[in-house]
């Protein structure tokens, strides 16, 4: 291994830390190919290997009304595919299978995402590629694990594992989130586990199987909602924004400008500060909301005297007020005020597919010495690199 495989080029440290690997994606949607532009980003070679029967990954025909017809890097498509090579091939053949094998003894990470049953009919599980490349790292995501042949959908994810019922307005019905979460939470499990696993070859020699599930993401991240009932013993209910073990947290205000906010009081003298912050200062003397634990129990009474307060100030002093008096808020932002941020500005990725400009958003949010410093290419069309990753593997 050179130095520059090691991390280190010319005694510098290498911004792109996974240029000497290649991956090949054998995955749709969004929960695989998100795992995928994540190691483009920190310099990996990702294959992505489509299906010429559906023309590609289906989010390549998900668009918005607005978007362009006369190309198929559609804005979800756009969200999980920078930096990658496109190939079509066709599984069901015994030609595409032997070019997938080739790319199998050639690469160090397997992604794929295969109803299960289907990998083994098509010769693609771990079982049957391992002995092509023993020090491949296999990366097998499913719904409900490799024994369970339903297909995943994150809707059906979001509300089988607690997650839609929860979410939504306390006298409203449940409600889905709306960015397909548990795809992007299998997304940051499924990462952790291929850079542990990259670890571990690189002490032993030895390559590795990962098997994660949607549901299993989705059940792991439930935190304190799961404990709840596990500890507390109570089913959480829906409550919009509110939180049910702090208040006011999460709230949603407005002001007499008609701006929303949100509060996030977490400590008594938080909440001290915030009283004085909104010239009330007898709220924090009131036996109701004197501690968090009595603001939870009062929280109606409470939400109903901020309310009429918050509703009585202008956005201009209260937000100064707030900040003056450190007291944790945010605005309620709409996409474009979220990318007027300077912080989110720094993660848009910009580029352009057959001569149209196509944006997108880096996947990983670290700065500092070990933060990767490469230029993505835009997402491919559909089978771009045909020729590039037969050259490949000749």
Not at 42 to 71: F, H, Q, Y
Not at 240 to 265: C, F, K, M, Q, W
Not at 309 to 328: C, N
């Amino acid at each position: 291994m050179t130095d520059e495989t090691n991390g280190e080029k010319n005694g510098q440290v290498n911004r792109d830390p996974l240029a000497h690997l290649v991956v090949l994606e054998l995955a749709n949607i969004l929960a695989g190919p998100m795992t995928g532009m994540f190691l483009a980003e920190l310099g990996a070679r990702v294959i992505k290997v489509e299906n010429p029967r559906t023309n590609g990954d289906p989010t390549r025909g998900w668009k918005l009304p607005s978007e362009p017809t006369d190309t198929d890097v559609s804005s979800y498509f756009s969200c999980a595919n920078w930096g990658k090579e496109s190939i079509a091939v066709d599984l069901t053949t015994q030609g595409g299978r032997e070019l997938v094998h080739d790319l199998v003894r050639r690469c160090d990470i397997v992604i794929q995402s295969f109803k299960p049953g289907d990998d083994e009919k098509l010769a693609l599980d771990y079982a049957s590629l391992r002995h092509l490349n023993p020090q491949m790292i296999y990366a097998q995501i499913t719904a409900y694990g490799p024994e369970d042949p339903r297909p995943g959908f994150d809707a059906i994810i979001q509300a089988e594992s607690g997650f839609t019922y929860l979410n939504g307005e306390s006298d409203g019905p449940p409600t889905k989130m709306p960015v397909a979460l548990v795809d992007l939470l299998l997304a940051h499990q499924l990462k952790e586990a291929l850079l542990l696993a990259l670890l571990k070859r690189e002490r032993t020699g030895e390559g590795s199987y990962i098997g994660t599930s949607l549901l299993k993401a989705a059940t792991a991240s439930l935190a304190n909602q799961a404990t709840n009932w596990l500890v507390g013993g109570e089913i959480p209910k829906r409550m919009g924004s509110e939180h049910p073990n702090i208040a006011p947290y999460g709230t949603i205000y407005t002001t007499r400008d008609g701006r929303e906010l949100v509060l996030a009081v977490g400590t008594d003298r938080q909440f001290k500060a915030f009283a004085a912050a909104i010239d009330l200062p007898e709220l924090a003397e009131d036996p109701r909301f004197d501690s968090n634990r009595e603001r939870v129990v009062h929280r109606d009474e409470l939400n109903q005297r901020l309310r009429v307060r918050i509703g009585g100030i202008d956005r201009t002093p209260l937000l100064k007020s707030l900040e003056s008096h450190k007291v944790p808020f945010g605005l309620v932002n709409d996409m474009r005020e979220v990318f007027e941020q300077p912080q989110s500005q720094a993660l848009v990725l910009d580029g352009v597919v057959g001569g149209v400009r196509i944006r997108g958003v880096r996947s990983y949010v670290w700065d500092g010495d070990i933060a990767p410093d490469r230029a993505l290419t835009a997402p491919p069309i559909f089978n771009e690199h045909r020729q590039q990753v037969l050259d490949f593997i000749e």
